[in-house]
């Protein structure tokens, strides 16, 4: 905390006998990026408004995060007051009882700017039970002086067999160069994250109405001869280890030629601070397979909720609310500028010429957005919801397993017809299981 802040806060809590008034102390989970870290960094602009509420920050790798939240919320242990999860967990937890609906957020805070599928995302029974941080959707990231380079021109709505020929002619293993980055990372949010998205677009879904799997389709089949052959033709070695965080640190040090992964990395990809090849990167829609229309567009939001085991609602409240309002993303454009204000998740934000003269991006971080369609993810009518995910609870522990088989295909471990049959068996047997099927 910086000293003006610190003298600021200890006056407030001094009464008129000079005795210091105890604090609240609010303990927030939050996940390990630089958005959060920014937040971290500002909150002195929250305690000089609330000398009465102290800090204490948990800073977590997304999936160490992921479990000690679902550890807590569940056994309601209390052991957080704030809590950053995804638009997978809010409806799920929320129709459980296990979060707390936001509805003191104070009168100043403008819910009707959130963007509508953000908002729809994080709501239930017409009740929102979290308040974005930032949204994010999927984009193509490319450089533009290698497809130039190359003798090729992006397409404005590319197809993955676009993308398998430019990968290809763009990777120079022997220098390094890799021609495409995808996640490679075994987990629900990582590899299955990507490789769900492009299995929509391939034409292939999880489930049919029966709750069985399709992993014995030949869309499925197809989905993961293309990511495995790419991957192992050309991404970088290695790539079965690699997330989002990796990823990003081999396209800003300009060893990837395109990435396929969050609209949330452009601001990164973007700014000469962070990127060695900033002023060299374009970006395109998700990509589509042959004439089915493109169906890839993911759509995620980090929030900050409210468990249900918390007893300090009301202040909690209080730093969501300061957290997410349009007057947060000012407050990072006064300290960092508009190309640092997180993205995604108001109207306001992109109506503003300021953020858009400095995020030449945001059109298509928008545009990804708002035609994501996570009701209907799939080209053949599913049971489920989700774009990257299916929406139901069991999905994280079998998101995990499947994405430990295919990320062993990946790196040659089995084939790819040995990976899809160990899928269909492992979730048909968890689905049964869960009470979804009969038992086989």
């Known amino acids: 905390?910086?000293?003006?802040?610190?003298?600021?806060?200890?006056?407030?809590?001094?009464?008129?006998?000079?005795?210091?008034?105890p604090a609240e102390m609010l303990t927030i989970a939050a996940v390990d990026n630089a958005d959060m870290l920014r937040m971290q960094e500002l909150t002195d602009d929250f305690v000089a408004h609330n000398p009465d509420i102290h800090l204490n920050w948990v800073i977590l790798e997304e999936s160490v995060l992921r479990q000690k939240i679902a550890t807590d919320i569940e056994t309601r242990g209390g052991q957080f007051d704030v809590i950053t999860i995804g638009n997978y967990e809010v409806p799920i937890w929320a129709r459980q009882g296990l979060l707390k609906p936001l509805d003191n957020l104070g009168s100043t805070f403008d819910e009707k700017d959130i963007l509508p599928a953000i908002r729809k995302a994080i709501s239930y029974g017409g009740k929102l039970y979290a308040s974005p941080f930032y949204g994010e959707s999927a984009m193509l990231m490319y450089r533009t002086d290698l497809i130039e380079?190359?003798?090729?021109?992006?397409?404005?709505?590319?197809?993955?067999?676009?993308?398998?020929?430019?990968?290809?002619?763009?990777?120079?293993?022997?220098?390094?160069?890799?021609?495409?980055?995808?996640?490679?990372?075994?987990?629900?949010?990582?590899?299955?994250?990507?490789?769900?998205?492009?299995?929509?677009?391939?034409?292939?879904?999880?489930?049919?109405?029966?709750w069985h799997p399709e992993f014995d389709t030949q869309e499925w089949r197809r989905t993961l001869e293309f990511y495995v052959d790419l991957l192992q033709t050309a991404g970088p070695p290695g790539a079965a280890f690699y997330g989002y965080t990796e990823n990003l640190d081999l396209f800003r040090s300009g060893k990837c030629a395109m990435w396929i992964d969050s609209t949330v990395a452009a601001s990164t990809l973007s700014n000469p601070k962070t990127s060695d090849v900033a002023g060299r990167v374009g970006f395109a829609p998700f990509p589509s397979y042959g004439s089915l229309g493109n169906h890839g567009n993911w759509l995620w939001t980090w929030n900050l909720a409210i468990p249900a085991g918390t007893t300090k609602t009301e202040p909690a409240q209080r730093f969501i609310a300061w957290a997410t309002d349009r007057e947060y993303a000012e407050l990072v454009a006064a300290h960092e500028g508009w190309a640092y204000a997180p993205p995604g998740t108001r109207k306001s934000l992109y109506n503003n010429p300021g953020y858009r003269s400095a995020a030449p991006f945001s059109g298509n971080t928008l545009t990804a957005i708002n035609t994501a369609n996570p009701d209907q993810p799939t080209i053949k009518p599913a049971p489920y919801t989700g774009s990257q995910f299916v929406a139901i609870p069991e999905f994280q522990r079998i998101g995990n397993a499947v994405g430990q088989i295919f990320a062993a295909a990946v790196v040659g471990q089995m084939s790819v017809a040995q990976a899809l049959a160990s899928a269909n068996e492992l979730t048909l047997r968890e689905m049964a299981r869960a009470g979804y099927i009969k038992s086989q």
Request: glycine share 10%; charged share 15%; hydrophobic share 55%.
């Open 149 to 210: 380079a190359a003798g090729l021109e992006m397409p404005p709505s590319p197809n993955w067999t676009f993308v398998y020929d430019a990968a290809k002619k763009l990777t120079d293993k022997a220098a390094g160069h890799y021609g495409i980055c995808l996640r490679g990372k075994a987990g629900w949010g990582e590899n299955m994250a990507l490789l769900t998205a492009a299995a929509n677009s391939f034409g292939a879904r999880w489930f049919d109405f029966a």
């Open 1 to 21: 905390m910086r000293l003006s802040a610190f003298l600021a806060a200890a006056a407030a809590l001094i009464g008129a006998t000079g005795v210091a008034m």
